[in-house]
């Protein structure tokens, strides 16, 4: 590949650097992809991961692999630390390779979850994020249930037995179905002196109802399916301390505890680390949510060689209010961001600001049923379930994984059985109370 090519730069491959990526398969720019993992993630089925109905193979595929037939890209797994705009490169976190020059550069580093100033709550309440943090999961929930079998103590047993979960967003309420589902019916006939349908499975959620994003029908939709399998669903309430113990929360005036041993976080997200140091770079400020503000085209104010996209960017112009934080916002902007770049190169009128086709939103609660609100039609139930279905399968990178995960979900419909419910590490990690 000729040197002399310009060089698009993408940081982060996931929904957004990805789609940009391949969407530059045959322009003649050189791309070079840098992520600090080897795999691109679909991060919509993470939970089935964490409550073991999937491998964590079946929803992550090798970037090398899903970019090696496209000459003009090249892989590089390393971590960007921090961005020098005067000379145009990226420094990684690797002494042997400390930089890498670009031409333009598309930042799609994505977000993380935000403790909301209680970073010590992370050790206690993981999030939900990466493989590593489904597997963390998948080990907390299932040693949690060989712990609440071998205690003799029955309030202590009844604390390795109740999950707590913060934050009743779509995450949240999908992982709450799950471990209801794995609970009340996976486990039910595989310990012998618990009965795992006992289990507590409480969500919690600051606003006036889960899923503050769906229209008020759905959100009711999704509290009744929530109950039917099982799930406490607690609303306005303000988690204030948690710790091995449990959970404490502010409800109304009054402060409640709950005692569980098993607590997940599912709470708001903030821009990735890289957002605010490249904005520190810039002169530029983020906004609450950490993310950077960009131009209608989504490159940086004053560097219009610079584009920011995905979860990272703050995109306001289209109605005011910055675009919610999903894959479809991610991928369609890595492909318009392509076509501004291309258009430059071929000296091209740009394509006029950058317009989000949002075709709904969707939650699935349990195993056949989902909410899925397409603006024009709202769903609920199986008809729900099947159009979520359909549409992650659709989403899933890898042919190979569509049929493995299409099979397996076939399997868990029809058996309730959840082959992937392995602890990997040993002990299971959970923190423990101090003596
Ligand atoms: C559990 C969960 C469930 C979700 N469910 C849905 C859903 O059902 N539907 C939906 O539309 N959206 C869903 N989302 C949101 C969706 O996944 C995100 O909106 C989307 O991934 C954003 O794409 P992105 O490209 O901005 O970032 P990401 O897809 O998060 O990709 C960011 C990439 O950047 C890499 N990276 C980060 N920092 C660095 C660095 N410093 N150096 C190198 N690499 C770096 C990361 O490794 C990652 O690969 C879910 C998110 C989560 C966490």
Not at 193 to 221: H, M, N, T, W, Y
Not at 315 to 322: D, L, M, N, R, V
Not at 326 to 341: E, L, N
Request: charged share 15%; net charge neutral; glycine share 8%.
């Amino acid at each position: 590949m000729p040197a002399a090519l310009h060089h698009v730069v993408i940081v982060g491959g996931g929904f957004g650097g990805l789609y940009a990526a391949r969407a530059l398969r045959h322009a003649a720019v050189r791309v070079t992809l840098i992520d600090r993992h080897n795999h691109h993630l679909f991060q919509p089925l993470l939970y089935q991961v964490a409550t073991g109905g999937l491998s964590p193979a079946n929803i992550a595929a090798p970037l090398r692999g899903l970019l090696s037939r496209q000459q003009n890209a090249d892989v590089v797994m390393a971590e960007v630390t921090d961005i020098n705009v005067g000379s145009r490169h990226v420094v990684l976190a690797n002494a042997d390779f400390p930089r890498i020059n670009y031409d333009t550069l598309i930042v799609a580093t994505g977000s993380q979850y935000n403790y909301f100033g209680h970073p010590e709550w992370e050790r206690i309440a993981p999030p939900l994020k990466s493989i590593d943090d489904a597997t963390t999961i998948r080990r907390r929930v299932l040693g949690a249930f060989e712990k609440a079998e071998l205690e003799t103590d029955r309030s202590k047993q009844q604390a390795w037995m109740t999950f707590v979960i913060v934050g009743g967003g779509p995450t949240g309420v999908e992982l709450a179905g799950a471990l209801a589902e794995v609970a009340h019916h996976t486990l039910a006939r595989d310990f012998r002196r618990i009965r795992p349908q006992d289990a507590q499975i409480i969500l919690c959620e600051g606003q006036v109802s889960v899923l503050g994003q769906f229209p008020p029908d759905l959100r009711q939709k999704a509290t009744a399916s929530l109950a039917r399998l099982g799930v406490t669903v607690r609303v306005q309430v303000l988690v204030t301390q948690i710790d091995e113990h449990g959970v404490t929360m502010k409800v109304g005036e009054r402060q409640e505890s709950i005692a569980a041993r098993t607590v997940l976080w599912t709470a708001g997200v903030v821009g990735s680390p890289l957002g605010t140091a490249l904005a520190k770079a810039i002169g530029l400020s983020t906004d609450r949510a950490g993310r950077l503000m960009v131009e209608p085209d989504l490159s940086l104010p004053g560097h219009a060689e610079i584009f920011v996209i995905g979860d990272l960017a703050n995109c306001s112009h289209q109605t005011g209010e910055p675009l919610p934080g999903v894959a479809p916002v991610a991928m369609q902007q890595g492909q318009y961001v392509t076509d501004v770049i291309l258009r430059r190169l071929e000296g091209q009128p740009p394509p006029g600001p950058f317009h989000y086709h949002d075709r709904g939103n969707m939650a699935t609660i349990g195993r056949a049923s989902a909410v899925a609100d397409l603006g024009w039609l709202h769903l609920s139930g199986y008809l729900a379930w099947l159009t979520w279905l359909f549409v992650h399968l659709m989403y899933l990178v890898q042919f190979q994984n569509r049929v493995l995960v299409f099979v397996q979900w076939a399997y868990c419909y029809f058996t309730r059985d959840r082959s992937a419910r392995l602890i990997t590490h040993q002990p299971p990690d959970h923190p423990q109370p101090e003596k």
